[in-house]
C-alpha cells in the first residue's frame, strides 16, 4: 500500500476480526534521543560503544513484539547542528559501527528486525551489498537497511575523495532548503540502492546445485553480472554472496522534504516521516503518494509502508512524563529539538494518538525512546500491552522474517524463471 | 603440564568453503553460507583452545574462459559481518578477516575493526592485502587503479593511516562522568594524515576497543612483502608446508626484524596447513588420497590444465596423459586466481616435466602439484609432526583448513590436540582474555613507519604467557627473492 487513506490494508498478519495490525518499530541511538539521556538514573553512558549494552536492550524490544529496532550512524562524530560538526564535550558523542553492532545481536534475537544505518555516499555499493546481505544470512532472514546519505562536508574530508555540498546556515532553516543542495547525493544514493538490490538478485536461489556427475558445484546460468552503470560509479557483479533468506531485506528511508520522499518512492519499503498531528500525517502521505507516482512505482508489486517517528517519554503515572521532560531539558540547558514530534505522556494516551494519526493512514510508528533503557521498557511492557487489550498489535510474532512482520512477501529474483 | 615445555603451538582454524580446498561432493558437507556452520566451526575451534578463527575475503567470484568457474564452491558471505555475529557466540578465541586496501579507505577499515575488536572484548585481527588486478576493480567505484609497484607504499601508508585513527582516542578520552557532565575530553578522536595515498582529516569515530590496535596479519612471501611483514606485521600467513623450504622462510623473516627494533617472538609465522587424521597413519593415507581425488574431478582437473594452458583443453581426457600442445602465452582464462599469474610457459613446461617423469595422467598431475595434506596420520603421528615442526623453528603453529564444512576439525580436536596438551606444547585453557594474549604479543604495537625503525607507543610486553620458553632465534641465512607467489585473495 502506498499510504495514502484510500488504499486498503493490508491484513495479512492481522489478529483474527481486528482491523489491519499496527507496525512498531523502535529507534535506538545512544542512551536516547534526549541529549541529557545520558545523565540519568538508570543509564549507562560508559557501555554505549559495548555489546552488552546493546544486547540487553534488543532483548527488551524483542519481548516487546516489536517489528523492528533500528541503529544510527553516521561516518562522522555526533553533533547539535545538522549541518557542521561541533566541539561539544557534553553530549554523547562517539559510535561503532552499525552493520556489525547488528551482526553481534543477529544470534542473540531470533525474531526481531534488525535495521542498521549505512552510509551510501562513502561506503562502496558492493561493500554495502554484500554486508547487509551477510546480515540477512547471520539473522535468518531479519535483516533491513537504513541507507543515508552524508550531508556533511566535514565527513567527506575524513575520506578526501570528493567533495559534497558545503550547507551554510541558511540552507538548515526548513527540511526543503536542506534537501535542495543534497538532490544530487539523494540521486546517487537512489543508485547505490538499486545497484544493492540488482546485486541481491544476482544468484537465483537455486544457483547452488551440488551436481557431481558434471563436477559442477554452481549452476552458472543461475549467477547473473549486474553491470550497473550509476552516474558516479559502476558494479560489474555477480555478487559473491548467494541470494539471502529474504531475497530482499527491506530498505527503510527516513524522509522529510520531496526529494527524500522520492528517493522512498523509488529505493524504500518502509518510509517513516515526522508529521506533527494527524492532519500533517495526511498531508504528509499525499506527498508520498504524489512522489510513488512521479516514479511510476507500482505499489500493488512493491508495496511502500508508512511509518511516522515519534520521540516518546513514557511514565505510567499522568504528568510524570512531562516532569521528567522538564526536568531533562533543564540538564540539557535547552528544550528539546526535534525533527519528529515529541511525545511526553502515559502508554494509554500514546495509544490513543498512535491509533488517531493511523487512521489518516500510516500502518506504523517508529518510535525513539528518550531515554534508555527507561522510555524502552515503557514501550514494551506499558505501551504494547495497551495496544495489544486494543486488539491491534501482535500478541506473538506470527513470522520469523522482517519482511514477514511487515506483512511484505519474498520476492522471486528478477532473473528467476517460472516452472 | 610437564616442568620442561617446549615451544608453544599457535593453532588457527580457517573457514575454508570456496576453491577447491572442501569436498562439497561428500555427503557430510554442509552449507558453506549459512550462519550455523560458521558457528559449528568457531566453537570447534574455541573448545579447542585455538588462537584464532580466520576468514579470507571475496570480491570477486572467479571466471574462467569469460564465464563464472562452477566446479568448485563459491559464494561466501562479507567477512567481518560474520565475524561480528561470531563475536556473541564465541567468548576467548581471536577473529581474523583479510581486508583489502585497495578497495578500502582507512577511515571505514580502521572504524570496522574497532568495532570487531569492542564487540569481541580484544579479539580482532586483520590481514591486511592489497590488489591491483582490474578484474576485481569492475566492482568499485574507482576500478583496478593501483599499479603493481604500489601495493605495498599504498598498504603501509593505509595500515599508517588507520593506526593514527586508532590513536586518535587516549584511553580516557571517553568520560561519561553523568556527575560532571563531561561525555568525551576535547578534541578526542581528532586526526590528520598526509600522504600520497591518502589525505585526510577529521575526527574519528570510535574508541578503540581493548586491544588498542587490532592483530596485523600480513601474507605477502616476495621479498618486498617479508620486509613489510617484518616492519609492520604480528603474523604471517605463509604457503611454506614442506619442512625444508619453511625453516628457510622462518629464519629469514625473523632475521628481518631487528632492523626494526623488534624481537623474535613479536612475528609469528603461521602457515596454512592441511590435516587428515584416522585412526592409523594407513587410513589416513588412504583418506588422504579420496580427499585429494574428491578435491580435482575430472572436470576440475581438465580445468586447472586450462588455467595454465590459456586455451580450451576441453576435448583431452583427464586420465590421459598431458596435452602436446604449447600454452598460449599471457592469455587469462582464470581471472581472479592468483596461482597462474606468472609464467605459464615455465609453469607448463615443468609440469610436463614431472608428469613424464611419474607417468601421471592430467587428474594425477593436478592431485600432485595442487598441493599434499600437510600432515596425515594416526592423531599421535600427527601431533608428533606439528610439535616437531615447530620445535626446530619450521613455524610458530598452523592456519588449518579442513576439508569438510562444517565438521572439518572435529578430529583434530577431539583427537590431536589432547595429545598436543599432554606434550604441554599446547594451551589446557585460555590464560588471557585477548588474541593479544593467546599470541604472546605485547599489549599495543609499536607504530612501525615503513622502511624505518619504530618506536612503541605504550605500554611494555604484556602477554600472559602464551610463549613459553626462550627463543632460539639465531637465524641468518636469508633467502631473500621472489618466489613468484601473489600475496593476496580478491576473488571469491
Known sequence: MTGTPASAPDTADAPDGAAAPLHLAVALDGAGWHPAAWREQGARPGELLDAAYWTDLVAE???????????????????????????????????????????????????????????????????????????????????????????????????????????????????????????????????????????????????????????????????????????????????????????????????????????????????????????????????????????????????????????????????????????????????????????????AELADLLLDWRSAGLDGFRLRPAALPHDLTAITRGLVPELQRRGVFRTEYTSTTLRGHLGLARPAGRHATTG | MPATVGRRVHLAAQLPGIHNVTVWSDPRSESQIS??????????????????????????????????????????????????????????????????????????????????????????????????????????RRGGFLPEADRYTRAAEFLTAARKLWDSWSEDDLKADAGTGEFIAPGAGRFTHQGRHFDISGRFTTPPGPQGHPVIIQSGESDTGREFAASDAEVVFSRHNRIDAAREFYRDVKRRLAAYGRRPDDLLILPTAGVVVADTDEEAAAYAAEISRGLVGPQTAIAHLEAVWGRDLSGYDPDGPLPDVEPEDEVPLLEGHSVFRKGRAETARQWRRLAEERNLSIRELVIEVGGRQTFVGSPRTVADAIDDYVQT????????????????????????????????????????????????????PRPARWGGPGRRLRGGHGGHGAIAGPSRYGGNSGIGGHDGHDDKETSA
Open chain 2, 35 to 140: 550462519i550455523d556452520s560458521f558457528i559449528r566451526l568457531a566453537r570447534t575451534a574455541e573448545r579447542g583452545k585455538f588462537d584464532f578463527f580466520f576468514l579470507a575475503e571475496g570480491l570477486r567470484l572467479r571466471e574462467h574462459k569469460g564465464r563464472v568457474y562452477d566446479l568448485d564452491i563459491a559464494g561466501r558471505p562479507e567477512n567481518l559481518t560474520v565475524l561480528s555475529a561470531l563475536a556473541a557466540v564465541t567468548t576467548r578465541l581471536g577473529l581474523a578477516a583479510t581486508v583489502n586496501a585497495t578497495f578500502n579507505e582507512p577511515y571505514e577499515v580502521a572504524r570496522r575493526f574497532a568495532t570487531l575488536d569492542r564487540l569481541s572484548g580484544g579479539r580482532a585481527a586483520w590481514n591486511v592485502v592489497t590488489s591491483h588486478d582490474a578484474f576485481t576493480g569492475e566492482n568499485f
Open chain 2, 393 to 444: 623453528e619450521g613455524a610458530d603453529g598452523f592456519v588449518l583448513v579442513p576439508h569438510l564444512v562444517p565438521g572439518g576439525l572435529d578430529d583434530f580436536v577431539d583427537r590431536v590436540v589432547p595429545i598436543l596438551q599432554e606434550k604441554g606444547v599446547h594451551r589446557d585453557d585460555y590464560t588471557g582474555g585477548t588474541l593479544r594474549d593467546h599470541l604472546g604479543l605485547s599489549a599495543a
Open chain 1, 61 to 347: 524490544a524483542e519481548r516487546g513484539l516489536i517489528d523492528f529496532v533500528t541503529f544510527e550512524d553516521a561516518l562522522g562524530l555526533q553533533s547539535a547542528a545538522f549541518h557542521v560538526p561541533d566541539n561539544r564535550t557534553d553530549q554523547v558523542r562517539g559510535s561503532i559501527d552499525a552493520v556489525l553492532l547488528a551482526a553481534h545481536l543477529a544470534p542473540l534475537t531470533t525474531r526481531i528486525g534488525l535495521v542498521p544505518t549505512a552510509n551510501v555516499t562513502h561506503t562502496e555499493p558492493f561493500h554495502l551489498a554484500i554486508g547487509i546481505a551477510t546480515l540477512d544470512h547471520a539473522s535468518r532472514g531479519r535483516a533491513g537497511w537504513r541507507p543515508q546519505i552524508s550531508s556533511r562536508a566535514a565527513d567527506a574530508a575524513h575520506f578526501g575523495r570528493r567533495a559534497v555540498p558545503r550547507l551554510t546556515e541558511d540552507d538548515v532553516t526548513d527540511p526543503e532548503s536542506v534537501a535542495r543542495p543534497l538532490r544530487a547525493l539523494f540521486a546517487e544514493g537512489a543508485e547505490v540502492v538499486e545497484a544493492a538490490r540488482q546485486l541481491w538478485d544476482s544468484w537465483e536461489d537455486d544457483a547452488e546445485i551440488r551436481d557431481a556427475a558434471t563436477g559442477r558445484f554452481l549452476d552458472r546460468d543461475k549467477i547473473h553480472p549486474v553491470d550497473f552503470r550509476g552516474s558516479t560509479f559502476s558494479v560489474k557483479g555477480p555478487s559473491i554472496t548467494p541470494r539471502s533468506p529474504q531475497g530482499q531485506p527491506p530498505v527503510v528511508s527516513l524522509a522529510h522534504a520531496t526529494t527524500p520522499y522520492e528517493f522512498a518512492a523509488l529505493s524504500s519499503d518502509v518510509v517513516a516521516v515526522t508529521p506533527h498531528d494527524r492532519a500533517g500525517a495526511a498531508a504528509i502521505l499525499a506527498q508520498v503518494a504524489e512522489a510513488v507516482k512521479r516514479t511510476g512505482r507500482n505499489v500493488t508489486e512493491r508495496p511502500l509502508r508508512t511509518f511516522a517517528d515519534l520521540v516518546v517519554l513514557l511514565d505510567d503515572e499522568p504528568g510524570a512524563a512531562a516532569l521528567r521532560r522538564a526536568r531533562l531539558d533543564e540538564v540539557a540547558g535547552a528544550a528539546l529539538a526535534s525533527d519528529a514530534e515529541i511525545f511526553a505522556g502515559t502508554p
